[in-house]
């Protein structure tokens, strides 16, 4: 499908703007940031677009997708007539490896992953195979409307009472040596554990809308988007909703339209409930791209300015890796450490790091190569034939 490619491309220039001045720069600095320094008309320009697009976007759409590939695969185990208890150790198995992935990635490069929690998650959503598509629903929007009131309530509260939350989102990192490599493995390895232990509060946020796009993926929304259209636009709607009330307002006090004192304000309300962007973009994706579809479904190729991102998408988790390792040699102390201020200048290196994913990505598209991090993958989750099988892949060597 057209759709899900195109979203996991795009999804990884958010997350790659986003990360720069929340993570890459904030080891070593004073406080971590949502934006960089803003200067000029173009820095203004582009702090609004991060408060409306960026900030809390790319990653609940991964998230979204994330959880629609697991209803991928549990739906083709169900055409291939795999028994329910094999079809878990399937899904299980593969989202075990993720997260060893994660780990790996955690620990090693960048304590800011999201394959550790993706993996966990998929292994609770595989076990979770015989729920049916209306009880996890009833789940994913009870926890979004419980989250969705006290954000709200949170809002209000805190404009009427004038209160302070510039705490929520300029902390200190803290003393972390980044000049050596050793330093970073020390915080990476505490970052580890600090995420594990902080997972119940991930899977309260992010697991809702996990849960939206595997029955999505079950129920075949983004695959017949006629038929959904009525669903899909209402999140659409509740998308630019948010985006517009929440996210505007935000971008406007970071300029100094608006009183600076609200800013973080907004941004705390973001941080807590801008999850439901994810499955409101990936809606807005399957509205705008529904005639493309269409015409693949009649055997026509996209066009190019399609191919292209969905190139990256397919090879999601090689962007993602690519990305990490190209910005901790650009960003962190212990290699480059180039550190971009304004706002600006952290777009243009995001954008540039993620412009070169998309040309390796399309390189492997038009030479036939799988992204190497999802070859190793599915080598793990399926052993050599590289698919699922009714029996489970031998662990000894071979």
């Known amino acids: 499908m057209i759709v899900p490619d195109v979203a996991r491309g795009l999804s990884l220039l958010g997350i790659a703007v986003a990360n720069i001045p929340t993570a890459w720069l904030s080891l070593g600095a004073a406080e971590t940031k949502f934006l960089g320094t803003i200067n000029t008309g173009l820095d203004q320009v582009l702090a609004v677009l991060s408060t409306l697009f960026v900030h809390n976007r790319g990653l609940p759409l991964f998230t979204t997708l994330l959880g629609f590939g697991v209803g991928l695969i549990a739906m083709s185990l169900w055409r291939k007539h795999f028994p329910v208890q094999r079809a878990r150790q399937v899904i299980v198995r593969r989202y075990f490896f993720l997260a060893v992935f994660g780990a790996i990635h955690l620990i090693f490069i960048f304590y800011g992953d999201i394959m550790f929690y993706y993996g966990l998650t998929g292994m609770i959503i595989g076990l979770m195979l015989t729920a049916r598509d209306k009880i996890l629903s009833i789940i994913s929007y009870v ?125 705390t309300v973001n941080l807590f409930m801008g999850a439901i962007t994810g499955p409101a973009l990936l809606a807005m994706f399957a509205l705008a791209l529904q005639p493309f579809q269409a015409a693949a479904n ?25 990305q990490s390792v190209a910005f901790f040699l650009i960003c962190y102390p212990v290699a480059f450490g180039f550190a971009p201020a304004s706002v600006s200048a952290q777009f243009i290196l995001a954008c540039a790091v993620w412009a070169a994913s998309l040309l390796l990505a399309w390189i492997l598209e038009i030479t036939g190569i799988q992204g190497p991090f999802e070859k190793t993958h599915r080598r793990l989750s399926y052993g050599p034939t590289m698919q699922p099988g009714l029996k489970a892949p031998a662990t000894s060597a071979s």
């Open 298 to 322: 009649r055997g026509k190729q996209p066009p190019m300015w399609l191919k292209v991102p969905m190139a990256l998408g397919k090879r999601s988790m090689s962007g993602y890796l690519i």
């Open 143 to 267: 926890l979004l409307g419980v989250i969705s009131i006290f954000s709200l309530g949170l809002l209000v509260a805190a404009l009427a009472g004038g209160w302070d939350l510039s705490a929520m989102t300029e902390t200190s990192m803290g003393a972390v040596d980044t000049s050596t490599y050793g330093g970073v493995l020390a915080f990476n390895g505490l970052s580890f554990l600090l995420n594990f232990a902080s997972y119940p509060v991930y899977l309260l946020t992010y697991a809702p809308i996990m849960l939206i796009g595997f029955t999505w993926a079950r129920r075949g929304v983004l695959s017949d988007v006629p038929s959904h259209r009525k669903e899909l636009g209402t999140w659409a709607v509740i998308g630019i909703v948010f985006i517009l009330v929440i996210g505007l307002p935000w971008g406007l006090a970071e300029i100094g339209v608006l009183p600076a004192e609200v800013g973080p304000i907004f941004a």
